[in-house]
Every structure is written in C-alpha cells, then in structure tokens.
C-alpha cells in the first residue's frame, strides 16, 4: 500500500463506551507499533507487535487498553470502559524490522475524544 | 525509566535565520532518530544517527549525536517557511523508542 493507513479519522465516544481504532501497516513491515499522542507532547508507546507477537505492552496505561494482530498484518487497540483521560491521537506505525533499528513510518493518527 | 527532554520548547523565528533544538537522555542510547511533525499531521522520520561523534547533513539540515551519546542536536540553517512544524528527538535504549516532547517552530516571512 501508499503507506500506514488508519480509521476511523475521528471518533467521539461517551464516556464509558468500548472504541475499536484500526491500523493497516505497510505491507511487509514486520513491526506495528501503537503510540498516545496528547496535545502539545510527543507520541508515547503503547504497545509493540512483531507479526502477530505481542512483544511489548509495557506502555499500556491500564488493562482497559487491549491490542492486537491476529494475522501479522491489520491491528487493532481496543479502549474498553473509556475514560476522559483517553483522549488523546492515537498513532500508528510501522517498520521493516525491530523497534529502534529502522525508521517508523506514521499513520494519520486516530483523534479520540471521550466526552 | 528513560526520558528524553527537548529545548526549547517552542521557537519563533524570521525567516533566514538559523534554528536549533537539543535533546538530552537520561541514559545512553543505543541509537536516536529525528522526526518532523507538521501541524495537523503526522511525524515523518527524517534521520538516524548511530555513531558516537556523528554528524550528518540533509540539505540545509545539521543532525549530531553527541560523544557519549546521551544528547543530540538538530540545526537548520536559512530556515524557510516549509520549515514550521514540530521537531521530535526519540532515543532508542533497550527496545523502546522513547520520544522527546519536541520543539515547535513557527517561521515568519
């Protein structure tokens, strides 16, 4: 594909609803990785993917948070019980191989706002 | 855990002058990658500096690492309106890419 694509674009949740955000990785990356970006911060990890091993979760705020990649490709970051502090623009990215060794290529981002 | 802090937090420039923001790491990194965010969108990797001392150049770009490998500096000289955005840092020490909090950079014609 162009590129890391994610959807939907924008959502409002009321607090306490259950979101689904999904990634589509460039295709090949072996490695997704999900971020939190609050306003005015840089990205935050969340969770790391390599296929469809989860090798790292220690960015996970709470056990409301729940990823996955069932196949090795598309991945999903599941938001169960939100909260206001959720807010935020979820990112994700993808890379050839490994965490730092390559460079990650970004999605548009997910704009989450729970009201 | 590791932190990467970035200065200035904000820089607000005319254009054709020279801009530059640091980054510093609480630890040693194994590696730190450059990205360029710009408003409303997503950040975009622009360079990885691997070797202690490094420097390398993109165009009007200057990217060191330093000796210890603890910090690093982004330098932009001529700065031109396209320039705006918010630059990141983000250092890679054991498996984590770990982001600074960046440096915003608005250019006045």
């Known amino acids: 594909g162009a590129g890391v694509s994610q959807s939907p674009r924008y959502k409002v949740a009321k607090r306490g609803q259950d979101v689904a955000l999904r990634c589509d990785p460039i295709?090949?990356?072996?490695?997704l990785f999900w971020y939190q970006q609050a306003l005015g911060q840089g990205p935050e990890f969340l969770t790391y993917?390599?296929?469809?091993?989860?090798?790292?979760k220690s960015g996970l705020p709470s056990d409301r948070f729940f990823a996955e990649r069932p196949e090795g490709s598309v991945s999903t970051l599941k938001i169960q019980r939100t909260q206001q502090e959720d807010s935020a623009v979820y990112l994700c990215?993808?890379?050839?191989?490994?965490?730092?060794?390559?460079?990650?290529?970004f999605g548009p981002g997910t704009r989450l706002t729970v009201t | 855990g590791q932190q990467v802090m970035q200065i200035p937090q904000y820089q607000h420039v005319q254009e054709g002058e020279d801009f530059t923001t640091y980054c510093n790491s609480s630890?040693?990194?194994?590696?730190i990658q450059w990205y360029k965010q710009r408003p409303g969108g997503h950040p975009v990797f622009l360079i990885q500096?691997?070797?202690?001392?490094e420097v390398k150049k993109q165009k009007r770009l200057t990217f060191q690492f330093g000796e210890a490998k603890k910090n690093s500096s982004l330098h932009i000289t001529a700065t031109q309106t396209t320039d705006v955005g918010t630059y990141f840092c983000?250092?890679?020490?054991?498996?984590?890419?770990?982001f600074g909090a960046g440096t915003i950079l608005r250019v006045k014609s």
């Open positions: 630890t040693t990194l194994s590696n």
């Open positions: 500096l691997v070797k202690s001392g």
């Open positions: 993917f390599q296929n469809e091993a989860q090798l790292d």
């Open positions: 990215a993808s890379s050839l191989l490994g965490q730092g060794t390559y460079e990650q290529y």
């Open positions: 983000a250092g890679v020490g054991g498996n984590k890419l770990v």
């Open positions: 295709s090949g990356h072996v490695s």
